[in-house]
Structures are given as C-alpha cells and as structure tokens.
C-alpha cells in the first residue's frame, strides 16, 4: 500500500479554498443581539467625528427579545453635497407589547461581538414601525415584524 500525497497544485488549491472561507467568514456579520434605551438616558446629546466610543453601562440595557439573526442595512447617499447615512434595523418578535410611543435607541451586536448605536440624544429619533402579518400559508411566520429607521449625516457609531 502506498502512502497518498498531495500534489503540489492540490496544496495551492486547498490553500486557496482556505483563504476564500476564512475571507468569507470574517464578513458574516449577523446581527445577534438588539437592545434599546430612551434617548433621554443616553450620555450625551450628539456624536462628532468617526470614533469608537464607550458608554458604561450599556451592556445592562434592556433586550429586545427577537428571532435570531436580525438584520441592519445602512446605505449612504449624497444630499445637497454632504454624506447621508440611513440605517434600517429589521426584527422579528413574538413581543407585541414593545413600546413604540417613546423615543429609543437602539445598541445592536454582531456575532464577533462589535456593537453599533443606532440613534443619539437629539433629533432625528429612530423611527419604529410594526408590521403584523396574519399569513395566508401556514409555513409563513406568524411573527410581529419591527422596522427601526434612522437617518443621519454620519454612520452608526461603534461601541467599545
């Protein structure tokens, strides 16, 4: 019986097939944790520059409780010569109570834990909308489905 080696040209491509997966890896990004808090709570009123920034604390803020992944899209635009950022944060809940009267922001968490805060102290506000679908097939989600909207002039910061 031989022993089985690998080709040269094998080794490349399993190398290959490596970096392609870690590199996909590394860009999952699934949203896995949503938590909120009035604005009003919240340390100060706006965020200037492009920082990292720490609030304490805010790992005891309330969570959302949601089906697992969420999902956050944040798109830029040009207006009137000057960057504009949306952010749309979509989850699924069996929670029909939330408060959508009050005025929230939203801390989300990634799966490698990074944090993003959606919202400030200040206007604009996060706006929250709830979708509740009464499905006409029973393999549908019967979940309430909330839609948090926010627009400002920089994108969401990070959280230490």
């Known amino acids: 019986m031989t022993p089985f080696l690998f080709s040269t040209e094998q080794m490349r491509t399993d190398a290959n097939r490596f970096l392609i997966i870690h590199k996909l890896m590394r860009r999952l990004s699934f949203i896995c944790?949503?938590?909120?808090?009035?604005?009003?709570?919240?340390?100060?009123q706006t965020l200037l520059g492009n920082r990292t920034f720490d609030i304490t604390g805010c790992e005891k803020w309330p969570e959302v409780r949601c089906q697992k992944p969420a999902k956050l899209e944040i798109t830029d635009k040009l207006e009137d010569g000057q960057r504009f950022y949306t952010h749309k944060l979509t989850f699924r809940s069996s929670d029909e109570e939330l408060d959508m009267?009050?005025?929230?922001?939203?801390?989300?968490?990634?799966?490698?834990?990074?944090r993003y805060l959606i919202g400030v102290g200040g206007r604009p506000f996060p706006i929250i909308n709830m979708?509740?679908?009464?499905?006409d097939s029973l393999s549908s989600s019967?979940?309430?489905?909330?839609?948090?909207?926010?627009?400002?002039?920089?994108?969401?910061?990070?959280?230490?």
């Open 131 to 135: 979708s509740d679908v009464h499905p």
């Open 101 to 114: 009267h009050g005025t929230y922001a939203y801390l989300v968490t990634d799966l490698d834990g990074r």
């Open 33 to 44: 944790r949503v938590q909120r808090i009035p604005v009003a709570s919240l340390p100060f």
């Open 142 to 160: 019967t979940m309430v489905e909330y839609t948090v909207q926010w627009g400002y002039w920089r994108m969401a910061p990070r959280i230490a």
